[in-house]
């Protein structure tokens, strides 16, 4: 079945360094493919989403890649500032069923020092 | 900005008890999902419905019921609370495309004493 691996627990930068948080999926079917943030005791929220091969999309100064040809859609942003620290999650929007569920990674912690 | 309100914000209750956590949106959305989240698990899906009526199983079926009573409003029952089940619970809706995103709710503290 339909399922999203994040490696990564937990990471932690100094402010200004680049950051990516790794992603891959696994799918049978054409992948639509999201990140989500969650700041602290915040619900999480939508921070891009994809479905477009080798094509990158950005928002808040993050942006990925979805490759097909890895099964994969890293979230990267070249400085990381203090706000950023946050849980994100992956998430496969699954195609295969009639009822359009989502799978989500099990989230990787940022944690952003001075 | 859509909206999915959860009630209560926080919960307690012993092990044994009834629960009922409840989910209102007003995004007009067919797709409605009670979600758990428990640290080193991220989110799993307990069940999810396509409009009143509807129920699917999700990941993490075992010890919950769910109800879908209108399309507006959904239900995760607890009928004997256990201290597994303590947990941070979201609720979320969303339109029936594939790239529509959650929209989620502030979600419920369950602690089961």
């Known amino acids: 079945g339909d399922s999203v691996t994040q490696t990564e627990g937990l990471v932690t930068l100094t402010k200004g360094l680049p950051v990516m948080l790794n992603c891959t999926y696994q799918?049978?079917?054409?992948?639509?493919l999201f990140w989500y943030v969650q700041h602290l005791n915040e619900a999480p929220k939508l921070l891009l989403k994809s479905s477009t091969d080798n094509k990158r999309t950005e928002h808040q100064g993050f942006y990925a890649t979805l490759h097909k040809s890895s099964s994969s859609f890293h979230l990267q942003k070249s400085s990381v500032q203090l706000s950023d620290s946050a849980l994100y999650f992956c998430?496969?929007?699954?195609?295969?069923?009639?009822?359009?569920?989502?799978?989500f990674g099990a989230g990787t912690q940022l944690i952003v020092i001075p | 900005e859509a909206a999915v309100t959860q009630s209560p914000r926080n919960k307690v209750t012993v092990t044994g008890g009834n629960v009922t956590l409840s989910c209102r949106q007003t995004n007009s959305h067919n797709y409605m999902y009670w979600y758990r989240q428990d640290t080193g698990h991220g989110l799993r899906l307990i069940h999810y419905s396509y409009g009143a009526g509807n129920l699917q199983i999700g990941d993490v079926p075992d010890g919950y019921k769910a109800t879908r009573t209108t399309q507006e409003d959904f239900f995760l029952l607890l009928e004997l609370a256990s201290p597994s089940q303590t947990s941070l619970y979201f609720c979320a809706s969303s339109g029936d495309n594939s790239n529509e995103r959650l929209f989620f709710g502030h979600g419920t503290k369950l602690s089961v004493l």
């Open positions: 998430a496969l929007r699954d195609r295969g069923s009639a009822l359009g569920r989502l799978h």
């Open positions: 799918t049978t079917y054409s992948p639509f």
